[in-house]
């Protein structure tokens, strides 16, 4: 018997150890190589398939003339992309600071949730683009109405995934505060919030990207300057070339944004990441 016991606590040898680093770093390293990689097959099609097909720049640049209107456009690009980064943040950091807070008084007053939950997902049914005429002709054409609409984007998934997670909560976690007698305040602090940080996660990540859409969005409505207002004037200019070259600053904010919220998922919540065990 005493055997068997050592058995079972024995740890994994070390070759066993060294071979499941191994698995979780390719994971890590797939993470970024498999995307490169699909990417850079996408553009070898593209390229090839323009050059096939002698498709005019005006319908379709190749993704060379897309990289040397990049190179050639830099100042123009880095300014308009910096008046995007800009609103996104700016949108994205108001419905952080609302949407959270919200959420919590939603979880603990009945009443304000189902007075507001239906109000919410009303104006959420609604399209943006439709409102945001609307936000302009308030606010004016400066950064303002383009940090509310990519708020008003931004606004919903944080929101509900804040109130998801933060009602999402095994009752045993509860019971066993109370039986400390630890008080509410306490059970939010320790219990809660750290069950509700994956779903919220959720929704960060969701939004943020969702927020750049919601400043491009302002952008095309009435704009000087921004990737959105870059990407109109070029079309209309018919340089298709730097209007793919914004487009691609677009999707590189976008995909910025969204690893930075999920490297600080990864740092604040590391159980939600973990590899499940074989």
């Given at each position: 018997m005493r055997g068997a016991e050592t058995a079972i606590d024995a740890p994994p040898p070390p070759g066993a150890r060294i071979e499941r680093r191994r698995r979780i770093g390719w994971s890590e390293v797939s993470l970024v190589l498999l995307p490169v990689l699909a990417l850079v097959a996408i553009l070898a099609v593209w390229q090839l398939a323009v050059?096939?097909?002698?498709v005019e720049?005006?319908?379709?640049?190749?993704p060379t003339e897309?990289?040397?209107?990049?190179?050639?456009?830099?100042?123009?690009?880095?300014?308009?992309?910096?008046?995007?980064?800009?609103?996104t943040l700016a949108g994205f950091g108001a419905a952080i600071a609302i949407g959270i807070p919200l959420a919590v008084v939603m979880m603990y007053s009945r009443g304000l949730r189902l007075t507001l939950y239906p109000l919410l997902v009303v104006a959420q049914s609604i399209p943006k683009v439709a409102i945001a005429p609307i936000v302009l002709i308030w606010l004016?054409?400066?950064?303002?109405?383009?940090?509310?609409?990519?708020?008003?984007?931004a606004f919903f998934p944080v929101l509900i995934g804040s109130a998801t997670g933060l009602r999402v909560i095994e009752p045993?976690?509860?019971?066993?505060?109370?039986?400390?007698?630890?008080?509410?305040?306490?059970?939010?602090w320790l219990v809660r919030l750290p069950s509700a940080l994956p779903h919220?996660?959720?929704?960060?990540?969701?939004a943020v990207t969702l927020a750049v859409i919601g400043a491009v969005i302002g952008e095309f409505v009435g704009a000087t300057n921004g990737l959105g207002y870059l990407v109109l004037h070029s079309a209309s200019q018919s340089n298709t070339e730097l209007t793919w070259a914004a487009l691609v600053c677009l999707g590189v904010v976008g995909v910025g944004l969204f690893g930075l919220v999920a490297l600080a998922e990864r740092l604040l919540v590391p159980w939600a990441d973990r590899e499940p065990a074989e």
């Amino acid at each position: 018997m005493r055997g068997a016991e050592t058995a079972i606590d024995a740890p994994p040898p070390p070759g066993a150890r060294i071979e499941r680093r191994r698995r979780i770093g390719w994971s890590e390293v797939s993470l970024v190589l498999l995307p490169v990689l699909a990417l850079v097959a996408i553009l070898a099609v593209w390229q090839l398939a323009v050059v096939a097909l002698d498709v005019e720049p005006i319908i379709l640049p190749r993704p060379t003339e897309v990289a040397q209107s990049l190179a050639d456009n830099a100042s123009v690009l880095s300014s308009a992309t910096w008046v995007t980064l800009g609103e996104t943040l700016a949108g994205f950091g108001a419905a952080i600071a609302i949407g959270i807070p919200l959420a919590v008084v939603m979880m603990y007053s009945r009443g304000l949730r189902l007075t507001l939950y239906p109000l919410l997902v009303v104006a959420q049914s609604i399209p943006k683009v439709a409102i945001a005429p609307i936000v302009l002709i308030w606010l004016g054409y400066g950064f303002e109405p383009k940090v509310v609409i990519a708020f008003l984007v931004a606004f919903f998934p944080v929101l509900i995934g804040s109130a998801t997670g933060l009602r999402v909560i095994e009752p045993d976690l509860v019971h066993l505060t109370r039986s400390l007698r630890a008080s509410e305040w306490q059970t939010f602090w320790l219990v809660r919030l750290p069950s509700a940080l994956p779903h919220i996660f959720s929704g960060l990540k969701v939004a943020v990207t969702l927020a750049v859409i919601g400043a491009v969005i302002g952008e095309f409505v009435g704009a000087t300057n921004g990737l959105g207002y870059l990407v109109l004037h070029s079309a209309s200019q018919s340089n298709t070339e730097l209007t793919w070259a914004a487009l691609v600053c677009l999707g590189v904010v976008g995909v910025g944004l969204f690893g930075l919220v999920a490297l600080a998922e990864r740092l604040l919540v590391p159980w939600a990441d973990r590899e499940p065990a074989e």
